[in-house]
C-alpha cells in the first residue's frame, strides 16, 4: 500500500473531524448543549449519528477477520449487531427518552430513587464503555502499523488525543455532526472498493479465486505465528520452519509435515511455497474453525452451538445498555422521535453490514495467512494491494484505511463522550466544564494503557466481550425497570452485581488464560446464555422477597415512562 496515499487520506479524515467538530462548538452555547445538544436532534441526524459511533472497529476490521478466520458462521456478529436495534426499538427507545435521564445512572436513579443503584450503575457504564473504547484504540494502531510501520501503540494515541480534544471542547453538539458525517464516509469506504474487488475476482479464473476452492498461498509467503497454535494438515506439506515445530526447534531447516496435527510454539517463522494449501489452525486453547451446527456434546468442536446461542444473546440484548448508545436517545425531542431514530438506525445498519462479510470472504482467498500471523483484523487494509495493485489499488487502500480512521474516531468519541459524563456527573468532586476535561482526560487515558498492554485479542471478539457484560447488567435493569413495577432497590443491585459481575468475571478470567480448555473454557469466553437469565432472575427473586421497598414514586415515575408527553405532562407534573 502506497503509504503517502493512506496517510493523506488518514490525516483527511483527523482533519475533517475537528472541523465538523468545530462547527457544533460554535453552535453549542448552553450545558444543555453541550451535555444532550439541547434534546434537539431530528430522527434521520441522530440516526445517522447513533450509526457512525455504533459501526466501530469492529464493524469495519473485525467482522471481515472473523469471517476471514472462520467462514461464514461468524455471520451472526453483524445479525446480532443489527437485530440488537430491534429490541430496542420494541422495548426500550421511547421509555428511555420519556426518562428525562441524562445517563443510565440518572436513569436508575429515577425510576428506583436509591443512591446505590446508581453507584452500581456507575461501575458497570464505565466498565462496559472502557472494555469498549480498548478495540477501538487498538483497530487504530493496528491500521497504523500497516499504513507506516510505525509502533503499535501511535495509533490509538493519535484516537485518544483527537477524540479527546473533540468531546473536551463541544460536547454532544460537536461530537453529533462528526459521527453524521463518519458514518457515510464508513459507508462509502467501504462499499467503493468493494466493487472493484468483487469485479477482480469474478474475472480471476485462478483455482483461488473460487469460493469454494480450498485456501492456497499465491506466492511464497512467510508467517510468524503470533501465538501457540495447532496445524491440521489433509496431507504432507513442505515448508521451511525456523522455531519450534511438536517440540523440536529448527534453524531455517526443510521440513515436511505428516498429515494430522501439528504444534507450532509461537513466534516460529513458517515458509511456504506458491500453490501450497494453507493449514487449518486452532490456538492450543481448543478455540478454533469448526461448526457452529454441531451438537452440544462431543469434542472441543461441538461447544460452538452453544457459543453461538451465547453470542447470539449477547449482542441481541447488549446494545441497549452500551453507555454510547443510551446516551443518543437523550438527545432525540421526544418519545416518537427516538422511536423513528432507532427503525432509521436498523436501516443504516443494516445496509452497512452487507460489506465487511465480503472483505472477509476475499481475504480467505487472496490473504489466507493473516490466519496465521493473528492480523485477520488487517485483511480489510490489504485487499486492495494484494488483488489489484497499482495505482488503483493504492487509492482504493487510502479510502480503506481513511473509513477505517473515521470508525476509531466516531465510537471512540460516543464511548468517551458518554464515560466522561458519568465519571463527571458521579466520581470527581468537582463540577463545570473544566471538571468534564478531567473526566474526559481519565476516560481516554486508562483504555489507551489497556490497548498498549494487550495486542492480541481480535477486535470483534473484544467488543462482543463488552456486549456480554452490558447484556447481563444493564438489560435487565432496563427492561425491568420499564415494564415492571415490582422492581426494587435491593433487587436492582443484586441483579446488577450477580449477572453483570458474572460475565465480567468471566471475560477477565478468560482474557488472562486463566480458563481451562474445554466446557470451562466455552462457559467462561460466551457467558452471555448464562450470566443474562442469571441477572433477570437475581432482580426478580430478590425483588419479591423485597415487596416492602418498592419506591413510592413508582406508579408516577411508569406513567412518565409509558404515556405520550403531553398525556404524561399533564398527570405527573412534566417531564424533564
Given at each position: 500500500m502506497n503509504q503517502t496515499y493512506a496517510l493523506t487520506a488518514v490525516a483527511v479524515v483527523v482533519l475533517v473531524t475537528v472541523l465538523v467538530g468545530a462547527l457544533g462548538l460554535r453552535i453549542s452555547r448552553t450545558t444543555s448543549d453541550f451535555y444532550v445538544a439541547s434534546r434537539t436532534v431530528g430522527p434521520r441526524l441522530n440516526a445517522a449519528a447513533i450509526s457512525g459511533e455504533y459501526l466501530s472497529a469492529a464493524s469495519f476490521l473485525g467482522v471481515a477477520g472473523l469471517v476471514l478466520l472462520q467462514g461464514p458462521e461468524m455471520l451472526w456478529y453483524p445479525v446480532g449487531y443489527t437485530a440488537g436495534y430491534l429490541v430496542l426499538l420494541v422495548l426500550v427507545a421511547a421509555p428511555l427518552r420519556r426518562s428525562g435521564a441524562y445517563t443510565l445512572p440518572d436513569f436508575a436513579e429515577a425510576r428506583l430513587e436509591s443512591q446505590a443503584v446508581r453507584r452500581i450503575a456507575v461501575l458497570f457504564v464505565v466498565g462496559v464503555g472502557w472494555l469498549y473504547l480498548l478495540p477501538q484504540l487498538q483497530g487504530?494502531?493496528?491500521?497504523?502499523?500497516?499504513?507506516?510501520?510505525?509502533?503499535?501503540?501511535?495509533?490509538?494515541?493519535?484516537?485518544?488525543?483527537?477524540?479527546?480534544?473533540?468531546?473536551?471542547?463541544?460536547?454532544?453538539?460537536?461530537?453529533?455532526?462528526?459521527?453524521?458525517?463518519?458514518?457515510?464516509?464508513?459507508?462509502?469506504?467501504?462499499?467503493?472498493?468493494?466493487?472493484?474487488?468483487?469485479?477482480?475476482?469474478?474475472?480471476?479464473?485462478?483455482?483461488?479465486?473460487?469460493?469454494?476452492?480450498?485456501?492456497?498461498?499465491?506466492?511464497?509467503?512467510?508467517?510468524?505465528?503470533?501465538?501457540?497454535?495447532?496445524?491440521?494438515?489433509?496431507?504432507?506439506?513442505?515448508?521451511?520452519?525456523?522455531?519450534?515445530?511438536?517440540?523440536?526447534?529448527?534453524?531455517?531447516?526443510?521440513?515436511?509435515?505428516?498429515?494430522?496435527?501439528?504444534?507450532?510454539?509461537?513466534?516460529?517463522?513458517?515458509?511456504?511455497?506458491?500453490?501450497?494449501?494453507?493449514?487449518?489452525?486452532?490456538?492450543?486453547?481448543?478455540?478454533?474453525?469448526?461448526?457452529?451446527?454441531?451438537?452440544?456434546?462431543?469434542?472441543?468442536?461441538?461447544?460452538?452451538?452453544?457459543?453461538?446461542?451465547?453470542?447470539?444473546?449477547?449482542?441481541?440484548?447488549?446494545?441497549?445498555?452500551?453507555?454510547?448508545?443510551?446516551?443518543?436517545?437523550?438527545?432525540?425531542?421526544?418519545?416518537?422521535?427516538?422511536?423513528?431514530?432507532?427503525?432509521?438506525?436498523?436501516?443504516?445498519?443494516?445496509?452497512?453490514?452487507?460489506?465487511?462479510?465480503?472483505?472477509?470472504?476475499?481475504?480467505?482467498?487472496?490473504?489466507?495467512?493473516?490466519?496465521?500471523?493473528?492480523?485477520?483484523?488487517?485483511?480489510?487494509?490489504?485487499?486492495?494491494?494484494?488483488?489489484?495493485?497499482?495505482?488503483?489499488?493504492?487509492?482504493?487502500?487510502?479510502?480503506?484505511?481513511?473509513?477505517?480512521?473515521?470508525?476509531?474516531?466516531?465510537?471512540?468519541?460516543?464511548?468517551?463522550?458518554?464515560?466522561?459524563?458519568?465519571?463527571?456527573?458521579?466520581?470527581?468532586?468537582?463540577?463545570?466544564?473544566?471538571?468534564?476535561?478531567?473526566?474526559?482526560?481519565?476516560?481516554?487515558?486508562?483504555?489507551?494503557?489497556?490497548?498498549?498492554?494487550?495486542?492480541?485479542?481480535?477486535?470483534?471478539?473484544?467488543?462482543?466481550?463488552?456486549?456480554?457484560?452490558?447484556a447481563s447488567s444493564f438489560c435487565p435493569l432496563l427492561v425491568l425497570g420499564i415494564w415492571w413495577r415490582g422492581l426494587t432497590p435491593p433487587g436492582a443491585v443484586a441483579g446488577l452485581v450477580t449477572g453483570g459481575g458474572a460475565a465480567l468475571s468471566a471475560v477477565l478470567t478468560t482474557r488472562a488464560g486463566l480458563a481451562p480448555p474445554g466446557w470451562a473454557h466455552t462457559l467462561l469466553a460466551w457467558p452471555a446464555a448464562w450470566s443474562v437469565p442469571l441477572g433477570f432472575l437475581t432482580m426478580v427473586l430478590v425483588s419479591l422477597g423485597t415487596p416492602a421497598r418498592v419506591p413510592g414514586g413508582t406508579a408516577a415515575i411508569l406513567a412518565r415512562l409509558h404515556l405520550p408527553e403531553g398525556v404524561a405532562g399533564d398527570r405527573v407534573g412534566g417531564t424533564r
Open positions: 487504530a494502531g493496528l491500521t497504523l502499523e500497516i499504513l507506516t510501520g510505525a509502533p503499535h501503540w501511535v495509533g490509538g494515541v493519535v484516537v485518544a488525543v483527537v477524540v479527546g480534544a473533540a468531546v473536551a471542547a463541544g460536547g454532544m453538539r460537536s461530537i453529533t455532526f462528526v459521527q453524521a458525517f463518519q458514518y457515510w464516509l464508513k459507508l462509502t469506504a467501504l462499499l467503493v472498493p468493494a466493487f472493484f474487488l468483487v469485479a477482480a475476482w469474478a474475472g480471476d479464473g485462478a483455482p483461488r479465486a473460487s469460493f469454494d476452492a480450498p485456501a492456497v498461498f499465491g506466492r511464497h509467503t512467510a508467517v510468524t505465528v503470533a501465538e501457540d497454535v495447532r496445524l491440521s494438515l489433509d496431507a504432507p506439506l513442505a515448508l521451511t520452519v525456523t522455531g519450534q515445530v511438536d517440540g523440536r526447534a529448527h534453524e531455517a531447516a526443510p521440513l515436511v509435515l505428516a498429515a494430522g496435527e501439528h504444534s507450532v510454539r509461537a513466534h516460529a517463522r513458517l515458509e511456504f511455497t506458491p500453490g501450497t494449501p494453507v493449514p487449518g489452525t486452532r490456538t492450543e486453547a481448543g478455540l478454533g474453525v469448526s461448526s457452529w451446527s454441531q451438537p452440544l456434546s462431543g469434542d472441543e468442536r461441538g461447544y460452538r452451538l452453544y457459543a453461538t446461542y451465547g453470542l447470539i444473546l449477547a449482542t441481541f440484548l447488549g446494545t441497549m445498555g452500551l453507555p454510547h448508545v443510551a446516551v443518543r436517545f437523550y438527545t432525540s425531542p421526544n418519545g416518537r422521535a427516538a422511536r423513528r431514530t432507532t427503525l432509521v438506525v436498523l436501516g443504516l445498519v443494516g445496509v452497512f453490514y452487507l460489506l465487511p462479510p465480503v472483505y472477509g470472504a476475499l481475504g480467505r482467498i487472496y490473504a489466507p495467512e493473516l490466519a496465521l500471523t493473528g492480523d485477520a483484523d488487517a485483511a480489510v487494509l490489504v485487499l486492495p494491494e494484494r488483488m489489484l495493485g497499482g495505482l488503483l489499488g493504492d487509492l482504493l487502500g487510502a479510502l480503506l484505511a481513511g473509513g477505517a480512521f473515521a470508525a476509531f474516531l466516531s465510537t471512540a468519541s460516543g464511548l468517551t463522550m458518554a464515560v466522561a459524563g458519568v465519571l463527571h456527573q458521579d466520581v470527581l468532586p468537582k463540577r463545570g466544564v473544566r471538571s468534564f476535561r478531567w473526566a474526559v482526560l481519565v476516560a481516554v487515558l486508562v483504555p489507551l494503557a489497556g490497548s498498549m498492554a494487550a495486542r492480541d485479542v481480535p477486535v470483534a471478539d473484544a467488543v462482543g466481550l463488552a456486549f456480554a457484560v452490558s
